[in-house]
Every structure is written in C-alpha cells, then in structure tokens.
C-alpha cells in the first residue's frame, strides 16, 4: 500500500504549482499560499484516491499536520549567531500553516518509526546506503553556545531506545569541554534553545557513527568571538571533523570569526540556514547568505526533505522549502515555516573546484563562492526523533522528552558523521573538494528550490524582487524584468546546484579521497649506463585540476621531482627489474596514488 502511496508522493512533489498567478505588480497578485501548500492540495487528492483503493489502510499511512517552530530565538545583537533546530509540533490540520506529513516520513516497519513518528538512526542508514559500522579514529566535534546539563543521561536512554553503542564519558566515546577546553569550568546552563541543538547533534552524530567519539565544545554565549574560540578549541583538542549548525548574515562576521573556520585538513561542516535562498523568509533584504556555511574553507551543507518507503528506502527528496514571502500562513503565524539556504557570497571568492564544475556559469555567481556544496534531510516533518530531557528551548515551556526536530542543524551533523565513516579529510586540505571530484555518485536533488518560486521558474512564479525586500528568488536578478540566467543558484536543476550542492549520500564514495593519477609509459627494456625517459599521462578528478608536480622513486635508491610529465633516469646497475613509482600532486595539494611501471635492466640495447 504505502508503495503506490510513495508513488503518488513522487508525482506530486514534482506537480507544478499551476495555481499560482504570475507576478504582473503588487503583492495582492500572489496567490496566499505557501509552496508546500500548493504541492499538498494534489498530494492530499492522491493519497485520498490510494486509500479509497483498498479496504483497510494501514495506520502508518494516515496522514499528520504538523508546523516548524524554531528551538532557539533570535539573537538580541548585532556579532551573534542563532543556533538552527527547529522542532515538529503536531496540530490539527485546521491551525494556520499546518503542513501534512507521513509518520517517519512514510517509513513502516520494526525500528524505522521513532518514539515522536520521526525518523531512526536506521532510517538514514537504510536511506543514504551508509554502512553501520566504522568510525575508528574519527573524533566528531560539536560547536554548540551555552551548556546542557542532561546531555550524557539523555544520549544514553536514546542509544538504549536504538540498540546504539553506549557512548558515555567514562568510556572515552563522549567528552564535554567549554571554550578553553575545561571539562570542569562549563559555561551556564543554557536557557535559550541551544540545549535542543546540541542534544539534536550530539544524537544525531552517534546514529550515524557509532565508532565515532564526540567531542562537544559548550561556547559562553552565542557570540561570535566565544563560539570562535569554541571552534578552534575543538581543533586544537584533535577533532577531525566540526559540524556547525549555526549561522548568521555573512556581513556579522568579523576577521577573527572569519579566521576561526579556516582550518586546513579537518572537515569542517557548517549549515546552510532554514530561511531559503538568501534568507527570503526573513523579508531582511539583507542579499547575504549565512557565515560560516559562505566561509569557502567549510563544507556548507544545504537541506531536503526525504520521502521514504515502507522499509525506509529513499523514494525521493526534494530542496526543503514551506513557505513563500507573502505567505499567508506564514504572514498570520508571524514566522517562517522554514526552508535550506543558499546564495553567492557578497564577501569571499569561490575555490577554483567550485568555478569549473559543470553549470557554474548557471548559477550567476561569477568569481564568488556559493553554498551549499552537499546537502542531506533537514525538514522538520521528515526529521529525526531526538531524547531531550532538559529544555525545549524558544516559544515553549518545560522539557521535550521524544521529539522531532529537523532544519539544516540536522544535515550539518549527519554530513559530518558521514564524512568521518569516510575516514574524514584524509589529507585534503579543504575537504569540501572531495565532494567535487566524485560527480554521479551521490543522489541527485531536482525538484524544487530554496527561493519564493520553490524552483517554479520565471514564467510561472513572476518576479518577487519587485516586491521592495530585496532579492527573493534567483530566477530574476536583482533589478530589472528579464529573467535572470542564474537561475542555477536557488533552483535544483540537474547536477550541481545551490541548494543542495552535489546531491545527498548514497554511501561513502562522494566522501572517499581521490585524486589526479597519471599512467606511465616508456621503455620496458634497458640497458644499464643507457639513460632512459619515462611520461606520465595525468587525468584530475577534480573540476578546474591540473597534474602541477611530478614525484619519481626510481627504485635504486635515486628520486626526481618535475613538473613536467616526462622524467629521465639511467640505471647504473644491470640484470635486475625495477619499479619505478610516480605520484602526481595537483593544483590543488592534492597527491594522487602512487602509478607504478616495471622496467627491467639488462646489457641489451633500449627497446
């Protein structure tokens, strides 16, 4: 049953929202509803019909509404940051911007349907193919701002609810410091929200590594300058990867923030936000979008929402997006319902893997970079159930116990587990390169967008940056009537876009270390005392990369370095076969696997 029920959901994600009235003027031409409305009126008629076709529905198909509140309040000052949670709430579906959603985002079965209906550490493993064991050597860290008391006791009932390794303190798995690396001076207990984040992280990272060990740096506040320090603090204690589920307009970060993500040879995750292409939701018209996701040292992990099977394999994804500017829900909730970041940086250059990927020029970014690079589910209805006994955090009183909780602090942590199953940067020195070189391995992500069109298009959604809040939809540009040719930067066309990067997991490899290799040819035969020459024919995996330094073991005991492809040795010693070993290194640092070539040296002429 939930089979054809998934079927139908496909086909709906994908229905155009027809409804809605080009934009020819003011705000009273849209129509007022959200995005996820308009794909919800075909969805909610198809499953009506998918029901209507058998006796008896099973129960796990009965559909839920649910809004999105987010755990943590807005920052009250300038140099802050807000931490990125939000947390399912389940309404009658008669609340204003009550969206429907499917238990476990359609998932049935032992195991694949949490406590709240949210998703299990099983989920994801079944639905992202990753394995559920490794990790060894992997050291997770979490950037979160104040300290959450029960954080231990709380993982603790989540791996017995799971069947998960223990992770505990006094088993190594788990440590807790604060900014300076003290496990004993801890900054306050938090009253904010932050305690959902880093019970969301912290659950989240062991799920999807449980070889992992988890490091959790508690920052003194929200600040830029504490959670800066809390950064490198992580990295001076050896953590391999960060993940960062906070953020801010670019523009509020200063130097020393800035300084604080550029980290050479650690994974360095960061989320791209939860109010779409440029903050749109946020009617800011600030045209940034969030630091340290822009930061071009950091793997900026975009959101999607994931659609599930009975058995909690993945039927679709589409770019997580509830909501439009002159939402009408949104516009009574007084709040966005959510959806994942993206947009070109106003402030930093983009890497030279990201400038030479196939359809950059599609995205209208020039020379700047642009999030995300990667992305995974963050939508609050398909999110994961977490175990948080001490505090629900924003608009909420009292403590959560089983909830679900999604927004692009989900997918920033899952990324980063993911990356250390991997065996983490594994000598890149900014790791988001990986992702670049491994194109056609992931799934891919193209329906929908992280603008006000939801990735409609300009002939069917009108121009919303006429609206006088700045840039809300890259499907035009920031003035002017003509549709824009960047559309790429905010809509999931096929390949590499901005809102969900590369794609999502579909198991390791996209994670795995490539690099340039380059076959040897030349003489198979020579003579001792007779000089020989050996080429190399250099391939690069990456977009824009380039074989730049050629490194030869010429196996006597003599070594060489070009730069370029062909190299010249005499062999000074007869009546034996040598190995000659070639690493190429690329323009990027990277060293390729070592290419290999017998020779074998005799008193013969050259052949």
């Given at each position: ?6 079927a139908?959901?496909?086909v ?7 409804l ?35 006796a ?5 198909a009965?559909?839920s509404?649910?809004i999105?509140?987010p ?6 000052h ?13 309404v009658e579906k008669?609340?204003p911007?009550?969206?429907p ?13 949490g406590p ?10 079944t639905?992202y ?5 490794g990790?060894?050597?992997?050291t ?15 993982l603790?009932?989540?791996?017995a609810?799971?069947?998960l ?14 900014q ?7 900054p306050?207990n938090?009253?904010t ?15 999807i590594?449980?070889?992992?060990k988890i490091?959790?740096v ?8 504490d ?32 300084a ?9 995750a960061?989320s ?7 903050s749109f ?6 045209n ?30 589409t770019?997580?997006?509830?909501n439009g500017?002159?939402d ?11 959806a ?15 400038t ?14 642009l999030?995300a ?26 403590s959560?116990?089983?909830t679900?909780?999604?927004g692009?602090?989900?997918?920033s ?5 993911v990356?250390a ?5 594994q000598g890149?020195?900014y790791?988001?390169l ?17 603008g006000?069109c939801?990735g ?9 940056n ?6 809300l ?11 824009s ?25 996209a994670f ?8 040897i040819?030349?003489?198979t ?7 020989g020459?050996?080429t190399?024919?250099p ?11 050629y490194?030869?073991?010429?196996n ?17 010693t ?10 190429v ?6 060293a ?9 040296i005799?008193?013969g002429?050259?052949?």
């Amino acid at each position: 049953m939930l089979n054809a029920i998934f079927a139908l959901m496909a086909v709906a994600s994908s229905w155009k929202r027809v409804l809605r009235a080009p934009f020819t003027g003011g705000p009273t031409k849209f129509v007022p509803h959200s995005p996820r409305w308009r794909r919800s009126a075909p969805l909610l008629a198809l499953l009506a019909l998918a029901a209507a076709s058998v006796a008896a529905p099973s129960a796990a198909a009965e559909i839920s509404y649910a809004i999105g509140k987010p755990v943590c309040a807005k920052p009250g000052h300038p140099g802050e940051a807000r931490c990125l949670a939000m947390r399912r709430v389940v309404v009658e579906k008669t609340i204003p911007g009550a969206l429907p959603f499917l238990r476990a985002a359609g998932a049935e079965g032992p195991g694949s349907v949490g406590p709240a209906g949210g998703l299990t550490p099983s989920d994801f493993a079944t639905a992202y193919s990753l394995p559920t064991t490794g990790g060894a050597g992997q050291t997770v860290a979490i950037v979160d701002a104040y300290n959450d008391p029960n954080i231990q006791a709380d993982l603790q009932l989540f791996d017995a609810q799971y069947g998960l390794a223990a992770c505990t303190q006094a088993n190594g798995c788990l440590t807790v410091v604060g900014q300076t690396g003290s496990k004993t001076a801890l900054p306050p207990n938090d009253t904010t929200g932050w305690s959902v984040e880093e019970t969301l992280d912290v659950e989240t990272v062991h799920s999807i590594c449980q070889g992992c060990k988890i490091l959790l740096v508690e920052a003194n506040s929200a600040s830029n300058a504490d959670l800066g320090a809390a950064e490198n603090e992580a990295v001076a204690l050896k953590a391999t990867e960060v993940t960062n589920s906070f953020g801010e307009a670019e523009g509020g970060a200063d130097a020393t923030m800035e300084a604080a993500f550029n980290h050479p040879g650690v994974v360095i995750a960061a989320s791209t936000g939860d109010d779409g292409y440029y903050s749109f939701d946020q009617l800011a018209g600030t045209n940034q979008p969030n630091f340290p996701a822009s930061s071009p040292y950091v793997v900026a992990v975009g959101g999607t929402s994931l659609y599930l099977g009975q058995t909690a394999v993945r039927q679709s994804e589409t770019v997580w997006n509830d909501n439009g500017v002159k939402d009408y829900y949104e516009s009574i909730l007084g709040a966005a319902l959510g959806a994942g970041g993206s947009g070109c940086s106003t402030l930093f250059a983009a890497q030279g893997w990201q400038t030479h990927v196939a359809g950059w020029a599609g995205a209208a970014c020039g020379a700047k970079r642009l999030t995300a690079d990667v992305a995974a589910d963050a939508d609050y209805l398909t999110g994961i159930d977490i175990y948080d006994s001490y505090n629900c955090g924003a608009d909420c009183d009292g403590s959560l116990g089983w909830t679900t909780i999604g927004g692009t602090s989900l997918s920033s942590p899952l990324i980063a587990a993911v990356y250390a199953l991997a065996g983490g940067a594994q000598g890149v020195k900014y790791p988001a390169l990986t992702l670049y070189g491994h194109t056609g391995t992931t799934y891919q992500v193209t329906v929908g967008g992280s603008g006000y069109c939801d990735g409609d298009g300009a002939a069917s959604c009108g121009n919303p940056n006429q609206l006088g809040y700045g840039v809300l939809d890259c499907d035009y540009p920031a003035t002017g009537s003509v549709p824009s040719v960047g559309d790429r930067a905010c809509d999931a066309l096929a390949g590499y876009n901005g809102p969900t990067g590369v794609g999502t997991p579909k198991g390791l490899v996209a994670f795995t270390k490539t690099g340039p290799v380059a076959p040897i040819s030349g003489p198979t035969t020579i003579a001792a005392g007779v000089a020989g020459t050996w080429t190399a024919k250099p391939t690069d995996p990456f977009p824009g990369g380039a074989a730049a330094q050629y490194s030869w073991n010429w196996n006597d005991g003599a070594t060489s370095v070009t730069t370029t492809p062909s190299a010249g040795h005499t062999y000074t010693t007869g009546s034996v076969k040598r190995t000659i070993s070639m690493t190429v290194t690329d323009n990027y640092s990277v060293a390729g696997a070592a290419n290999t070539y017998t020779v074998t040296i005799g008193a013969g002429a050259a052949k």
